[in-house]
C-alpha cells in the first residue's frame, strides 16, 4: 500500500490458529452474504412481481364467478331454446323443399329468358297432412317469356299453383305472383 502500513503476510501465514481461523471465518460470512445478497434479493423482486400478477389473476377469477353466477341455469336456456324451435316447427323445411325449390324456380326463370329480381322467404302452412310452402316472386319478363315460365312450372314435377298473380305493363312486364309448392307430410319434423 501507498502512504499506508504494508501488511505482512509473512505474520498472516504463520499467526496463531485462532487469527487464521477468524480471517477465514470472516471471508466465509463475507462471501456468504454476497451470495445471499445476489440471489436472494433478485429472487425476491421476481416473487413480488408474481403475488402481482397472481392477485391480478384472483381479481379477475372473481369478477368470472361473478359473471358467471348471473348467467340464467343451463336447464333455462335449454328449455327456452326447445321453447322457440316449438315455436319455429312449421319452418323447418322437408329434406329437400327450400333449396331444391329455389334452385327448381330460378331454373325455370333462367330457361324461360325471364329475370328474376326479388323472392321471399316462404310462408308456411299446414293443412291435414299438407305442408304449403308460398313463395312470393317478383319477375321481369317479355309476354311470351311470362307464358314460357308459366309452362315450365306447370309441367314441373313438383306439385305447384301460381296465385295472387299481378301485372304492371312497360315495355318488360314486371311480374308479381304467389308460387304454391304442395309438400305431403311423411312423418314428425
Known amino acids: 500500500m501507498i502512504g499506508g502500513a504494508q501488511i505482512d503476510w509473512q505474520y498472516v501465514i504463520f499467526a496463531p490458529l485462532w487469527l487464521r481461523h477468524s480471517i477465514i471465518a470472516f471471508a466465509s460470512i463475507l462471501m456468504g452474504m454476497l451470495g445471499w445478497y445476489f440471489t436472494v434479493v433478485p429472487l425476491t423482486e421476481v416473487n413480488q412481481q408474481v403475488q402481482i400478477q397472481l392477485d391480478k389473476a384472483k381479481q379477475q377469477a372473481l369478477v368470472y364467478q361473478q359473471q358467471w353466477a348471473a ?97 304492371d305493363g312497360g315495355p318488360r312486364l314486371t311480374i308479381n305472383m304467389t308460387v304454391r309448392l304442395y309438400q305431403l307430410n311423411q312423418g314428425p319434423v
Open 71 to 167: 348467467l340464467p341455469e343451463i336447464n333455462l336456456l335449454k328449455a327456452q331454446i326447445q321453447q322457440i324451435e316449438s315455436e319455429l316447427q312449421p319452418y323447418h323445411y322437408q329434406p329437400d323443399n327450400g333449396a331444391e325449390f329455389i334452385r327448381l324456380i330460378t331454373g325455370y326463370i333462367s330457361a324461360s329468358g325471364c329475370h328474376l329480381i326479388d323472392i321471399g322467404a316462404p310462408f308456411v302452412s299446414q293443412r291435414g297432412t299438407l305442408t304449403l310452402y308460398d313463395w312470393q316472386l317478383k319477375v321481369s319478363a317479355n309476354y311470351f317469356q311470362f307464358v314460357e315460365l308459366i309452362k315450365l312450372i306447370s309441367d314441373g314435377v313438383r306439385l305447384t299453383t301460381i296465385s295472387h298473380l299481378t301485372l
